[in-house]
């Protein structure tokens, strides 16, 4: 008997590969700075929605479908959204498969924030780290729980980390984290000057 804790919300987090990692940053970074110079839209939708940063999300969107190196990514992410997959313990449809359908740029300088947000029509969403210069801001989501908490105390500072109403995961070039895209998810403003770069992308089953 006893107490038992239920309804896990599981975030995922591990390097992308096993090595080789650094070299192909360094191509993602070659296009990120191509994209961002040659696309006007997204440089206009980041300037009202995304004040000071970057990012392909209002234009270049499906980056996976226009660039050898984006699918040679999506490749590497399919092997970890599948076992991300097996520990959510999911049973997908028969002829049914996880597929990305969504990956864009995220580019952000100093003071460029990501407010609270979630993805909507996907299952899976994440990122992957192409550039996270020491010091700059990390993935900070949210208790799922917090809307129904109503009058209940607040929890002690020093409890345990499962019990707390936030949980933040350090940027780390090279690393991939993936969590059901219902999960409210942040970035705050990045406190350094070098450029923090990054690649979210959504997946959903067909």
């Known amino acids: 008997m006893g107490t038992k804790a239920w309804f896990p919300t ?6 992308l590969q096993p090595r080789g990692a650094a070299a192909l940053n360094e191509e993602l970074l070659r296009e990120a700075a191509l994209f961002r110079r ?11 929605n995304y004040p000071g940063g970057y990012t392909s999300y209002g ?6 479908k ?15 959204v599948r076992a991300f997959a097996r520990k959510l313990d999911w049973a997908l449809p028969a002829g049914k498969a996880l ?10 300088p100093r003071r460029v924030a990501h407010g609270l947000h979630l993805h909507p029509t996907s299952v899976v969403s994440g990122t992957y780290y192409v550039q996270t210069p020491p010091g700059c801001s990390g993935i900070k989501f949210e208790d799922p729980r917090l809307p129904m908490f109503m009058a209940a105390p607040p929890r002690r500072p020093r409890g ?12 780390r070039a090279g690393r991939v984290i993936l969590f059901e895209s219902w999960l409210r998810h942040e970035v705050v403003s990045n406190p350094v000057a070098e450029e923090r770069v990054s690649i979210s992308f959504n997946y959903s089953y067909f």
């Open 99 to 108: 597929e990305m359908t969504d990956c864009w740029l995220n580019v952000m």
């Open 38 to 48: 040659e696309d006007a839209a997204g440089r206009a939708w980041s300037k009202e």
């Open 10 to 15: 599981l975030i995922y987090e591990a390097p």
């Open 66 to 80: 226009v660039s050898s190196t984006f699918t040679e990514l999506q490749g590497k992410l399919d092997r970890h």
């Open 160 to 171: 345990r980390p499962e019990q707390r109403p936030h949980v933040v995961y350090e940027a």
């Open 59 to 64: 234009s270049l969107n499906k980056l996976h």
